[in-house]
């Protein structure tokens, strides 16, 4: 093993960064009184922000670190900006939601940053066990993010629930990882991979690890059937906790899936392939369907959120299909990550708004009438939901269309048109809040206060690049591919 | 490159932009925006239509740049003969669309004309693309302008209609983008012209199985918004909910997608498939003409029935479409911009009489014609016109659309003709029932005529159907090539008969349209004197024809005395690209 | 391959027949005299009986868990001193900077409020 270089530190430079903020947020925060903890939120941007720039600094360094446990390349270049971008825009907001819930709690903030501390390694590894810690450290500072509105029962169960099958799944991940280096001996997936490529070395029991990894690695991005977590979790976390939940662990993962399945497990072609397959096909429909009958808010979100998933395992298994032409399906799963956490993390932040105190109001009735109170407001509701139902113009809609390319490509039809099919079906959910908004007659319960700044400004920061990313995607196409180049 | 179709699509949205940052209360200068903004883009679209070049074969004013580069998209516009029309037609009814909701839209009027310049600008970019993307972002986009139309100021059951509307529309729209995408795999390009040279080169790299089923992804999506029967159950609720602006564009422009999605894709990217699947297209044609005939007979409410009707005149537009023979064609779609100007002036006129008594049952109605004389003479120009009256707009379309269809199959046209005596039927009913006899209801009584501003849209409305059923020529000879394309693609050969004369059957039809000609003073529609009597009642005129044989290559003159034709010109065309 | 499992077979064997063994050697040869305190379960020393859902500060928990937490970060010094002359300088430093981030967590509880036992 080579010794440890300075160079191994800078290539984790912008995870150094964020669990340095973090620590100091922490200790500064009992120093803080509570009215002044907002003053950490900008502490903890600029934190996020720094580690952007070192991510971008770092680009001229890359390469694998600490023995090939990490590896700085533009994959998790690619993932490290996006679970920034998701993080800065919680951080956005939540300044206020934590005000107006009389949560002065400034631990909130460093909890962010572990949390994308531990995604962010989760993405840059290249070592199961460096996954798995990456893992822990994420999933045990959302755990307890999950739980921070401490009065509320909901959030209680959310923290609880989360917690228990967190832990359960990520067993089931530590068996895989284990079983794995049992059958290869080896936990690098560099060295996997050219274990399980070599001529006729295929472990009998390979596939029980590859099922269990799976299984870990599932409950993340709540494919299904290990999504039941999810709705619960999303209702009852607080609602800017909720944007972070549904982007940063579930990106994370997607990043892991895509470097073990596609990277170091590649050679057990067949079963991933109908692996991905099948829990594609039943992360859509089941996430589509069930979200047709809900009426809360966040727990709509938190289906269509199931179902988005689906759609990004679509163009797994399209890249797993198209063998050695795997690039275009990995980049359009990039892409289509970028343009989800736009538009997921904005809608929650927004819906965390509207929702008022305590979070009164979350069913999609409690909007009606809002667009001739808050115009502003309700457009910028509208136009993620637009976006989320896939409509062009709009980031989602090339998203769509970018990994059904892949798909079609790859000759997956039948999973293509079940796709294209789902995405109809939501349209139908989605415009339940656009209905509620501007068709319906009456007073909007839900908070027609004006939106905050920080609100304001990561709302107007996602739409610019929902319309960016839907009307030119070609930058950020190459920027995809670029990421995806390297993996398979 | 010029940028005509770039301002064209996109002024409508520069004055939403404007009327975006008025403040809200200043509703007049709201409407004035707005109204300002279309009539600019009208006199725009009509600078086009007259700058159309009648002997550039293919596309014209094309402009292609390039947009995204993997996939490699375009923003690739282009019109031919057949967009040209489709595009005067919106521009034509948007502003009266605006115009007829001047007053009865009094509540959220910003974002009423808002989403009514976007929705032109939707409308506008539908019919330039020449992209596939391109085209399918317009499609797509242009629905949620439509959606919030219908769902904010419709009427009661308004969301139901608006999420029916929608839902519809987007079923077909997926099946149309996985079929693109297969387009785009097997092509490698998603630019149209390409796409039809690759699939009509030599070596086409879809299997005819592949294309039959294309064909009915494509097929589906503009089935629903024709719409075709039995897929039409969205339209009479949308048209009925929607507010007189919405069903003006609903009728006058929404369903003709449809249709034109036919004609640009279908037809010329399938041929083969049209061809097997025209029997059943051209059955399920007729049973809708029937079907809504039969339905609008029966309705209570006025909307409804002239929604019906609409199911019945696109049944006509798609039988003369899969006639595939230039009267079909031809009489299709020129009955698509007779029936977006009447049905629209229809649906006005239906709005008008809301506005006045707040119903549009038929039974509340009754011996209105003492009461409002001009509204009632308009009326009944615009239903005569809508029946297909000889003089009027209606008559040119459904003739050539029964003769297209007697020449394809006698028994099809012979039921489309039924359709027409049903027309009349239920039209005038609905005309005597509303307008005739005394006036029964007190609450008749003392309604206002015509203000200034109705008089004007009506006057507008009725001078363009009398000007495209006196005088079609200039309509017909800007669809002469497009026709021409499409026929050397799906039948080869008949688009010969486009200029050549003496299809199988007709000089029978000749015939008719002579006497009928000549009982109504139409002389348009006569045989031409002399040699060129053997040419169809479609042809150039002398003068036209006169100009083409000067501007023909040398070679083409003088093949055994007949002088150079259209005919020609799209293969050549074809050949050059 | 599997002969290298043998002797893990035979401790296996070994340590079952020990086990039974000196069950059933005490269960036959050893005197019985019960009693009620015999009979009743162990708990830890305190008595068994009474409600046990009795409420006692919830700052035992805290401390416990804070004592857990600390405890075992300071296994980590045991095998880092064995190795610690070959790591040289950059163990030293590496070790530093785990017991400050170990010591911002104490400052922080501290602050907290943690450590007060009457609050």
Known sequence: MTPVQALDFIRVLPEIVLASCAILVMVAEPFVSARHTAALAWVSLIGIVAAGAGNAWMRRFSGPAFGGSIAADPFASYFVYLLLLAAALTLLGSVRYLETNQVHHGEFYALLLLGTTGACLMVAATELIMIFIGLEISSISTYILAGFRRADKRSNEACLKYFLLGSFATAFLLYGIAFIYGLTGTTNLVQLSEKLSAPGARPPLLWIALILAFVGLGFKVSTVPFHIWTPDVYQGAPAPVTAFLSVAPKAAAFAVILRVFLGGLASAGALVFWLLWISALLTMCLGNLAALWQTNIKRLLAYSAIAHAGYVLVGMAAAKAAGPEAGEGIASVLFYLAAYALMNVAAFILVAHLAGAGERYQEADDCTGLAYQRPGVAACLTLLLVSLSGFPATAGFFAKFYVFRAAIHAHLIGLTLVAVLNSVVAVYYYLRVVVAMYMREGNPRASASPLPWPLGAALALSLVGIFYLGLFPTPFVRLANLAASPLP | ?577 | MLRDYLPILVQLIAVSTVGAAILAVSAWVGKRRPSREKLSPYECGSVPVGNARERFSISFYLVGMLFILFDVEAVFLYPWAVVYKSLKWFGFLEMFLYILVLLAGYLYIWKKGALDWTR
């Open chain 2, 1 to 577: 490159m010029s940028h005509i179709l770039t301002i064209l699509t996109f002024l409508p949205l520069v004055g939403a932009t404007v009327v975006a940052f008025i403040p809200r209360t200043a509703t007049a200068k709201i409407r004035w925006v707005a109204l300002v903004t279309s009539l600019v883009t009208l006199a725009w679209g009509i600078g086009l239509f007259l700058g159309f070049d009648l002997h550039h074969p293919g596309l014209q004013f094309v402009e292609n740049y390039p947009w995204i580069e993997s996939p490699p998209v375009a923003y690739h516009l282009g019109v031919d003969g057949l967009s040209v029309l489709l595009l005067l037609l919106t521009v034509f009814l948007a502003p009266l669309a605006i115009l007829a909701s001047w007053r009865s839209i009094g509540e959220r009027v910003k974002e009423f004309h808002l989403l009514m310049l976007a929705l032109e600008t939707g409308m506008n970019g539908v019919f330039v693309a020449q992209d596939l993307f391109l085209f399918f972002v317009f499609w797509e986009a242009m629905l949620i302008p439509m959606y919030f139309l219908i769902g904010i100021w419709g009427h009661e059951r308004r969301i139901y209609a608006a999420v029916k509307f929608i839902l519809y529309t987007m079923l077909g729209s997926a099946l149309m983008l996985v079929a693109i995408l297969y387009l785009y795999n097997a092509t490698g390009t998603l630019e149209l012209p390409a796409i039809l040279a690759q699939l009509s080169g030599p070596a086409p790299p879809i299997s005819p199985k592949g294309a039959r089923w294309l064909f009915l992804a494509f097929f589906l999506a503009f089935a629903i918004k024709v719409p075709l029967f039995p897929l039409h159950t969205w339209l009479p609720d949308a048209h009925v909910e929607a507010p007189v602006a919405g069903s003006v564009i609903l009728a006058g422009v929404l369903l003709k997608m449809g249709t034109y999605g036919i004609l640009r894709f279908c037809l010329p990217l399938f041929p083969e498939a049209s061809r097997q699947f025209a029997p059943v297209i051209s059955v399920l044609a007729v049973i809708g003409i029937l079907y809504g005939s039969l339905v609008s007979m029966v309705q209570p409410d006025l909307k409804k029935l002239v929604a019906y009707s609409s199911v019945a005149h696109l049944g006509f537009v798609v039988l003369g479409i899969f006639a595939f023979n230039p009267m079909g064609l031809e009489g299709a779609i020129y009955q698509m911009c007779n029936h977006g100007v009447s049905t629209g002036a229809l649906f006005i006129l239906v709005g008008m009489l809301y506005d006045r008594r707040h119903t549009r049952l038929i039974s509340e109605f009754g011996g209105l014609s003492s009461v409002l004389p001009v509204l009632g003479a308009f009326f009944l120009f615009v239903t005569l016109s809508s029946l297909g009256l000889p003089m009027l707009n209606g008559f040119v379309g459904e003739f050539l659309i029964i003769l297209g269809a007697f020449h394809r199959r006698a028994l099809y046209g012979a039921l489309a003709a039924t359709g027409v005596v049903l027309a009349a039927v239920y039209l005038l009913w609905m005309y005597q029932r509303v307008f005739l006899g005394e006036v029964r209801s007190e609450k008749n009584r003392a309604l206002a005529d015509c203000s200034g501003r109705e008089k004007l849209i009506l006057t507008a409305m009725a001078a363009v159907i009398l000007g495209m059923g006196v005088y079609p020529q200039p309509f017909l000879r800007r669809l002469d090539q497009s026709v021409a394309e499409v026929l050397a693609r799906v039948q080869p050969g008949e688009e010969a008969a486009l200029v050549f004369g003496s299809p199988k059957g007709w000089n029978d039809a000749s015939r008719v349209a002579t006497s009928s000609a000549t009982t109504f003073h139409a002389p348009w529609l006569l045989p031409l004197p002399g040699p060129e009597r053997e040419r169809g009642p479609l042809d150039l005129t002398r003068d036209s024809r006169r100009e083409l044989r000067d501007a023909a290559p040398a070679e083409l003159k003088g093949i055994a005395g007949v002088a150079c034709t259209p005919g020609e010109a799209p293969r050549a065309g074809m050949n050059r690209r």
